[in-house]
């Protein structure tokens, strides 16, 4: 158990649709990272925050969007939803410094239909 | 344009053995490389790192070692038990980026035999 949890693990809907993927970090982590693996794909950073703000953006699309709350828990938002946005999303969180090592959620299967 | 590369989508070794899992990066910016493990239906779990001032670091049956010159790190599993089967990730970044950004490779699955 990483001390990483997110919900849900499932979640399937339709194309068109909005969803919302929340992660709450282990206890005394500031970072929380969002990944992406898609089944051609390995996994693609999105986004990072820190102690609520954005440090970085990766590769994320203008449809999707993130935010951190004060309490530090982290939410992703999937909106105008695709069939290519079928993914494993995955959320991890470190301690904050860059060379600290990121801890891993299990994971929300999001499936478009 | 794949800057962390894992040449072996997967290896076989009899219990007991050595595991050698490879890597290969490109970017020469990065610094901070990782090795994770992941089973399925999980996340995956962090097992080791080390940062380019060292060449190898150590814990328990899991060393990673790094060749700056080569851009190859490796990480080796002694003795490899059946519960390490798995599909292992290296991860790479550029601490002075500022991003804590991964960059992972595609996967190798190992398999350990009883």
């Known amino acids: 158990d990483s001390g990483v949890t997110q919900t849900p693990k499932h979640l399937i809907t339709a194309t068109g649709q909005r969803v919302t993927l929340r992660c709450s970090p282990r206890s005394g982590d500031l970072s929380v990272y969002w990944y992406q693996q898609s089944l051609d794909q390995g996994l693609q950073f999105l986004i990072h925050?820190?102690?609520?703000?954005?440090?970085a953006k990766g590769n994320i699309l203008e449809r999707f969007s993130a935010q951190q709350f004060p309490d530090l828990h982290s939410e992703l938002n999937l909106s105008s939803l695709e069939l290519g946005d079928s993914a494993l999303y995955f959320c991890?969180?470190?301690?904050?410094?860059?060379?600290?090592?990121?801890?891993f959620g299990d994971g929300t299967r999001l499936s478009i239909l | 344009d794949q800057q962390v590369k894992q040449n072996s989508p997967s290896l076989s070794v009899q219990e007991g053995r050595i595991s050698i899992l490879n890597c290969d990066y490109t970017n020469s910016m990065f610094d901070y490389f990782l090795w994770y493990k992941k089973y399925p239906a999980e996340g995956p779990t962090f097992l080791i790192s080390?940062?380019?001032?060292?060449d190898k670091n150590e814990d328990g049956r899991f060393t990673v070692f790094l060749n700056k010159s080569a851009k190859h790190l490796s990480l080796h599993i002694v003795p490899s038990q059946p519960g390490d089967s798995a599909v292992y990730f290296c991860a790479a970044s550029a601490i002075g980026s500022n991003t804590g950004k991964l960059i992972f490779g595609q996967g190798t699955t190992l398999q350990v035999k009883p």
């Open positions: 080390i940062s380019s001032i060292k």
């Open positions: 925050y820190y102690n609520g703000e954005e440090r």
């Open positions: 991890a969180s470190s301690v904050g410094g860059e060379d600290q090592p990121q801890h």
